[in-house]
């Protein structure tokens, strides 16, 4: 896999999105205004207008890999846990406003032993879904030397977003919702509970940073402003239902 390091930015605009190169190696300048026609991607078969990267980070075990699939397939990976080696990745083109928008999912290990190998994937990222597990308080504990690590290693314009996963587990969660966006609230950052398994807010999260990141990279100046916080906070089923 080729990857091109690209010095941190100092706008205020989302990194550039990732383009194929011409023939000539050069990258074509950033789409403006109404989006060029749809083009295949570089051996995925699918057909993009933009295409960004998003990680999935937070420690071992709280659902990033079960998120991806249940996103990326509609299902559920019940059963024995499996744990991610490394790094691993799912493409998933949606449409957005018309517009169709390539996401490169980065699924990571959250296992400790992995952290040098997925700080160097941080820099390309445009997005980054930050998980805890809400039946593990450690994963909550955690979340602030996560955000340490993001600083240190992710572009500082990167679109960031919180995520309590595994509301299904009602009995055995021990980290209150209201926890969750307390400490979204300190950070800044949009915040939402999901489940992997019954796929709560799952399609939501990732259609939320697409339209976030087409909209940074390509708004026309007669669209109306897309509100990340606003759009995760209108569109989020709560789970009020199920919660201690
Ligand atoms: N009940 C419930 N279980 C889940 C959910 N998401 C994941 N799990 C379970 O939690 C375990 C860990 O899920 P993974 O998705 O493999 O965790 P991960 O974050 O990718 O872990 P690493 O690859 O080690 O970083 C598995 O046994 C899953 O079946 C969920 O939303 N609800
Ligand atoms: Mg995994």
Redo the contacts with the bound molecule.
Sequence with gaps: MSRKKTPRSKGASAPAASAPLAANGSRPARPIGPPPPARPSLGGGDFYDVAFKVMLV?D???????LLVRFKDGAF??GT????VGIDFRNKVLDVDGVKVKLQIW?T???ERFRSVTHAYYRDAHALLLLYDVTNKASFDNIQAWLTEIQEYAQHNVVLMLLG??V??AQERVVKRKDGEKLAKEYGLPFMET???TGLNVDLAFTAIAKELKQRSMKAPSEPHFRLHDYVKREGQGTSCCRP
Aim: with cysteine.
């Design positions: 937070g071992s075990g709280v659902g990033k890999t079960c990976l019940a846990f499996i744990s991610t699924d290990a959250g296992q996963n595994k299904d587990s489940s992997a398994k």
